[in-house]
């Protein structure tokens, strides 16, 4: 287990001039945000789909996974990060993934706790994959195009299983929206606490985070969309939804401005982590003069 969570560093075999564009964001406190802010969305989008406009699960869930795919294909095939794009990718991930759990627990009657066993299993079956791919696990190194595409996959696994953890724990569990939300909010200080003031490996403590902001947001969408009588601030899955896209489409814009006043620096060219052999790039090779 010690293997499969340790912090490895992307390593050129090939010149150490030959570097890769960044497809991924810096983890910092904005990412974190914007992240929340997008898994929320996820909630409230996918409710107003399945719901709000009728689609029912099945359908919604057709319909978002084939919007889904369109916008993974366009990420892979970008040369170089763009905020826009890829926080794109993460919101339909997360609309998806709502649509999705609901059709697991409700539809098909596996409930909160067998739709979240199932999503976990699947999550975990994605990493143990990545991992033993020779590929890092740690997503600000991701450099080829087969890390990135496993990123995604266990992106869409991580916020499904989300939808499953929140309901669960407000619903069967008893602690209601806004119990939840105290409890993972909770969880949440304690991750950045450890980062911060502990020895724990970094990857297996971004993952973690990465994985709870999701059942987070699925409760903060609920709390803004469900009705008083259920401990909600009765906003409706549109109005909720209005105003998360309004609130993410200004931090995106404020990441662009960033990235664009001071760019991502690239990655070395990828090999592979057991082998040392030379990997397919998931963004544009430069190359840059050697000081």
Do not use: C
């Amino acid at each position: 287990m010690s293997e499969f969570i340790a912090d490895e560093k992307n390593t050129s075999g090939q010149s150490p001039a030959q570097y890769v564009m960044r497809k991924l964001p810096h983890v910092t406190a904005l990412f974190w945000m914007i992240k929340t802010i997008a898994t929320t969305l996820g909630e409230t989008a996918g409710d107003m789909f399945s719901q709000t406009l009728h689609l029912g699960n099945l359908v919604a869930t057709i319909l978002l996974m084939g919007l889904l795919l369109i916008a993974v294909v366009i990420q892979l095939r970008a040369r170089r990060f763009h905020a826009a794009l890829f926080w794109t990718v993460i919101a339909l991930t997360s609309t998806s993934g709502t649509t999705l759990s609901d059709l697991l627990n409700r539809n098909y009657a596996l409930g909160y706790a067998g739709g979240a066993l199932v999503l976990g299993a699947g999550l975990t079956i994605v990493l143990v994959i990545w991992w033993r791919s020779g590929q890092t696990l740690n997503v600000e190194n991701l450099a080829t195009f087969k890390g990135e595409l496993l990123f995604w996959i266990a992106v869409v696994f991580s916020n499904s299983l989300g939808t499953s953890t929140g309901d669960f724990l407000a619903g069967p569990a008893g602690l209601g929206l806004r119990g939840t939300a105290l409890v993972l909010s909770a969880i949440m200080v304690a991750l950045i606490a450890a980062h911060y003031f502990t020895g724990i490996n970094g990857m297996l403590l971004f993952w973690i985070a990465f994985i709870l902001t999701r059942p987070l947001g699925a409760v903060l969408g609920n709390i803004l969309s469900k009705s008083r009588d259920h401990g909600g601030l009765d906003w409706g899955n549109v109005g909720a939804t209005g105003v998360l896209v309004a609130a993410l489409i200004g931090l995106v814009g404020y990441q662009t401005v960033q990235v664009h006043r001071t760019p991502l620096l690239p990655l070395p060219a990828p090999v592979n982590r057991r082998t040392g052999a030379p990997q397919r790039p998931n963004g544009q090779l430069v190359t840059l003069p050697q000081s």
